[in-house]
């Protein structure tokens, strides 16, 4: 189907249907100006890493305030560097 825009012929056919249904029974629906696009994630993962071997790893804000920083899984590292929110932790150590 590649037509865009109803025939005569549609139109002709489809006038007793539309003239017996009658206007909408809904108005258009009022956000107040808000939108109704999905909401963008509001989860941010951080990024903690082991400054005596490198190991990296991303968790949610939920589990650091829960259990706190993770321990390095290499015995005798001690606990990770977790980078502030809004780095990306490639740049230079805060």
Known sequence: MRATTPGDAFLAAAAPTLA??????YARLDTGGQTTAPKKQAARMLKCECRACGYTFRTARKWL????VQLCPIEGHGPMHL???GSDG????P
Do not use: H, K
């Not at 305030?65 to 706190?68: L, V």
């Open 20 to 25: 017996a249904a009658g206007p909408l029974p």
């Open 83 to 85: 980078y502030p929110l």
């Open 90 to 93: 490639d740049g230079p150590e």
């Open 65 to 68: 305030e829960t259990a706190g």
